[in-house]
């Protein structure tokens, strides 16, 4: 690896004006200042400091309390494909010499070392999925206007995908750019809804890039006068927008996956353990992973849908079973999260998977037997006790009694993000909705 010193001239060589290295707040929106490329030794040494107590859920260091010092990774800068002028290194926070414990990245460092030391390397896949839409004088609308859309569901649909082009091939391209190793992107069910997928990074690699990728989206709808939107249910009758994170482990040695069992096809005993450990905490990573209170309105078969929501709606694991919290797929050794929804801080979301699922193997703990029914169609009673939470609410409550969700996040940071989440909780309580109006004013 060149010195700082070395980079900046290849940098600057390059074309790169300025380095961005960022960190995210609590809703995992990134934040930086910006250093012209000759000023990169200085950066690297912890020049840039910032007043964190004045951003989002990054706790109250106050106007009196020192400034947490940034020190970007320079093993991971990218040079922003769509403007290569620009740089990004994801950085460590530090107060006082120390990891900065409000920090969403360190969160995820300190998992990541966990399981090094259990002798693992935890590997995730993102399936981020994100309407692009525009405000007219109808409200917002789809990229590709409805009346040039196939019915009845955009899902899969060529034409869709190829009207689309506009938005998908610079996305594509992108990509390509940075060599994440994009192997197909889709029309989703959703009138202006899309889908990415590609390979698999370890688990700090991961996150870093989907902070990229949400800029990357941003910049293309922008591009023509769009919005890309990550908000989990933006239309009561359409589809949500998942993220689902797809995680394993791999030996920190040989690299094998030890969630395929070695002696016969299909998993292994410590995939289970930690699918169970995922499920004894559920309710607690549903508060992070589903991190607004529009969340919630996901978790529905169909709700006002026209067709079933795909969504998970329970607590338990299967083989295929896309109405449950977990999935453990017939084509891939890997553990399915299908809570996670668009908006998530991929920092904490994917900690909070990970220390729960490394505690269920410290306790060998057991999945039970899989659930792999439809249960859209079952009496939703008899599934009452595994039923995910209906409200950011309750799923703060489960979060803030978690032990192991107060050890993740340690003392501080857990009790800054119950008490930031509980007040947008208690604000939505206090607005009155246009569905009230509609049905409560003259009714009563």
């Not at 609410?393 to 978690?402: C, H, N, T, V």
Request: aromatic share 10%.
């Amino acid at each position: 690896m060149p010195s700082a010193a070395e980079l900046s001239k290849t940098l600057a060589d390059q074309g790169v004006r300025y380095v961005f290295g960022f960190y995210v707040d609590i809703h995992g929106v990134p934040k930086s200042k910006c250093v012209p490329v000759d000023s990169l030794e200085s950066m690297a040494n912890g020049s840039e400091l910032y007043t964190v107590g004045a951003l989002e859920g990054m706790g109250e260091l106050g106007p009196h309390e020192d400034e947490c010092q940034g020190f970007p990774d320079l093993d991971r800068l990218v040079v922003l494909p769509w403007d290569k002028q620009i740089a990004l290194a994801p950085s460590t926070l530090k107060l006082d010499h120390e990891l900065y414990r409000q920090d969403s990245r360190n969160v995820l460092l300190q998992q990541v070392e966990r399981a090094a030391d259990m002798g693992y390397t935890a590997n995730v896949g993102i399936e981020p999925e994100f309407y692009v839409i525009r405000q007219t004088e109808k409200g917002w609308e789809p990229l590709v206007p409805s009346d040039q859309l196939n019915e009845p569901t955009r899902g899969y649909d060529l034409e869709a995908t190829i009207l689309a082009r506009d938005f998908l091939d610079p996305m594509a391209q992108y990509m390509a750019e940075l060599d994440w190793g994009l192997y197909s992107f889709d029309h989703e069910g959703g009138d202006g809804q899309y889908e990415f997928n590609f390979n698999y990074a370890d688990a700090l690699t991961m996150a870093d890039r989907m902070v990229i990728f949400r800029l990357m989206a941003k910049h293309c709808a922008r591009k023509l006068g769009c919005i890309a939107t990550f908000m989990p249910k933006p239309f009561q009758d359409d589809f949500g927008s998942a993220a689902h994170i797809n995680i394993s482990l791999a030996d920190v040695n040989s690299g094998r996956n030890v969630f395929a069992d070695p002696n016969r096809s299909g998993y292994s005993d410590l995939s289970r353990h930690f699918t169970a450990g995922v499920l004894a905490h559920g309710d607690a990573i549903t508060a992070v992973t589903c991190p607004t209170v529009n969340s919630y309105k996901r978790f529905t078969s169909k709700g006002f849908m026209d067709e079933i929501s795909w969504a998970p709606i329970y607590r338990a694991w299967g083989n295929n079973n896309r109405t449950l919290m977990c999935r453990l797929p017939v084509n891939r050794h890997c553990l399915e999260v299908r809570t996670a929804d668009a908006a998530v801080n991929y920092y904490l979301g994917i900690a909070m998977v990970l220390a729960a699922g490394l505690d269920g193997i410290e306790k060998k703990l057991d999945p039970g037997e899989p659930l792999n029914v439809d249960t859209y169609k079952l009496d939703s009673a008899e599934l009452r006790d595994i039923a995910l939470p209906a409200t950011f609410e309750r799923a703060l409550a489960a979060f803030e009694s978690d032990e192991l969700a107060q050890r993740t996040f340690g003392k501080d940071f857990h009790r800054t993000y119950v008490d930031y989440m509980s007040r947008e909780c208690h604000q939505y309580q206090s607005v009155v909705t246009d569905w009230e109006t509609r049905t409560y004013l003259q009714r009563i």
